[in-house]
């Protein structure tokens, strides 16, 4: 059954009607640029084959209504005038901060029928995905005149102040933004963007996603943490932003001799490097080196997250080094950190091996099964009818 179709009778099942449209978001994988988005630093991210779709149409009796095929048997309705942060909670927050965003388009509420694939817990933005499907539906719906960068700030206002996840603009950027066969180079700062050419198969490669099996949660995990500490850095540095540190000796004033100046230095460090990575990796796909030749930069970056930012675990530190072990180009740790995944960049002659051996490893140590799929880059979020 066609993905609109399986949205459109699910939602008939559970509301008695049938929907204004389906509209779908992708999930994202970032090819480099990790937690520079809330620093005002870049990022190059590609939108994932995999997305959420919600089926939605608009009620006249106040109330939004919530059902997720990916969680049976609960459905949520609350009142418009009773949304607030935390009401509700869980996956549902995330579409009802879409609807709180834009309450003055939809007082007499929504229906909103919620399908998808993208994991959750790996990194890949499936938060995003959520928020940003249900954000392009009020746009179709009920306010025509909102621009793509409108949706990335109601999107990202539903995770930060909504459900109290401290996510930057990336996630919801690359589900609204990307474009099938481009990676996304984006200045979080100003806001602009250009599709960077990312043509794996012409190349003989593959980028492989290995889910390590552990998860992250934004809403409570350590990323608030560094974003706090890139914060507290970038404040005693007298800059408004870390993206305003030129070059690694612009650091030396965190370097005081004291236990808490030598993380700030860590973290600082990550951020400086990395948006130096994500400018290396945008020159060299406009060159002539081919894709391949980005592989150590991803790696490099992969050490950064780990030693300096000090958010990777050792089931991706695991996949990391067993896929270069066998001859990846390239490999590193993506997402918000603390567990999800990894991605590798591999001759696609040999993705069947890499990924056996990350499976033969993961045995060996005790973790669990990794799964593993290889990306495509695909079309932003858009309306499947």
């Given amino acids: 059954m066609r993905q609109?179709?399986?949205?459109?009778?699910?939602?008939?099942?559970?509301?008695?009607?049938?929907?204004?449209?389906?509209?779908?978001?992708?999930?994202?994988?970032?090819?480099?640029?990790?937690?520079?988005?809330?620093?005002?630093?870049?990022?190059l991210p590609v939108a994932l084959p995999q997305t959420t779709r919600a089926a939605v149409a608009r009620r006249d009796d106040g109330v939004v209504a919530?059902?997720?095929?990916?969680?049976p048997g609960e459905r949520v309705e609350v009142a418009v005038a009773d949304l607030a942060p935390g009401r509700p909670g869980g996956w549902a927050g995330y579409p009802a901060g879409v609807v709180d965003a834009l309450r003055d388009r939809v007082p007499g509420g929504l229906s909103v029928l919620v399908d998808g694939d993208v994991p959750s817990g790996m990194g890949l933005s499936s938060s995003a995905a959520l928020s940003c499907s249900v954000a392009l539906a009020l746009r179709d719906l009920a306010a025509p005149e909102?621009?793509?960068?409108?949706?990335?700030?109601?999107?990202?206002?539903?995770?930060?102040?909504?459900?109290?996840?401290?996510?930057?603009?990336?996630?919801?950027?690359?589900?609204?933004?990307?474009?099938?066969?481009?990676?996304?180079?984006?200045?979080?700062?100003?806001?602009?963007?250009?599709?960077?050419?990312?043509?794996?198969?012409?190349?003989?490669?593959?980028?492989?996603?290995?889910?390590?099996?552990?998860?992250?949660?934004?809403?409570?995990?350590?990323?608030?943490?560094?974003?706090?500490?890139?914060?507290?850095?970038?404040?005693?540095?007298?800059?408004?932003a870390l993206r305003d540190v030129p070059d690694l000796a612009g650091l030396a004033p965190l370097d005081d001799g004291t236990a808490e100046g030598a993380l700030l230095l860590r973290r600082a460090r990550h951020i400086v490097t990395e948006n130096a990575r994500v400018l290396e990796v945008v020159r060299t796909l406009r060159g002539?080196?081919?894709?391949?030749?980005?592989?150590?930069?991803?790696?490099?970056?992969?050490?950064?997250?780990?030693?300096?930012?000090?958010?990777?675990?050792?089931?991706?530190?695991?996949?990391v080094a067993t896929a270069l072990e066998v001859g990846a180009a390239g490999a590193r740790m993506v997402g918000g950190g603390f567990g999800g995944s990894a991605i590798v960049l591999v001759d696609a002659e040999r993705t069947a091996a890499t990924v056996t051996a990350i499976t033969d490893r993961f045995a060996v140590e005790g973790y669990r099964a990794p799964r593993t799929f290889a990306v495509t880059p695909a079309p932003g979020a858009h309306r499947l009818g």
């Fill in 66 to 71: 919530l059902v997720s095929l990916q969680h």
């Fill in 4 to 43: 609109a179709d399986r949205a459109r009778q699910a939602f008939a099942e559970a509301f008695g009607g049938q929907p204004e449209g389906v509209w779908a978001a992708p999930g994202r994988v970032n090819v480099i640029g990790e937690h520079t988005d809330y620093n005002e630093g870049f990022v």
């Fill in 146 to 240: 909102l621009a793509v960068a409108d949706l990335v700030d109601v999107a990202r206002r539903a995770e930060n102040d909504f459900v109290g996840a401290p996510t930057g603009i990336l996630d919801q950027s690359a589900s609204l933004l990307c474009t099938a066969g481009n990676a996304l180079f984006l200045d979080t700062r100003d806001r602009s963007s250009e599709q960077v050419p990312l043509d794996l198969t012409a190349a003989g490669l593959e980028l492989l996603v290995v889910d390590t099996g552990t998860t992250h949660d934004h809403a409570t995990g350590g990323y608030g943490d560094r974003r706090r500490e890139c914060e507290q850095a970038a404040e005693r540095l007298g800059v408004v």
């Fill in 288 to 319: 002539d080196d081919g894709p391949a030749a980005i592989g150590p930069v991803l790696t490099a970056g992969h050490a950064s997250l780990r030693d300096d930012f000090e958010i990777s675990t050792v089931e991706l530190d695991t996949a």
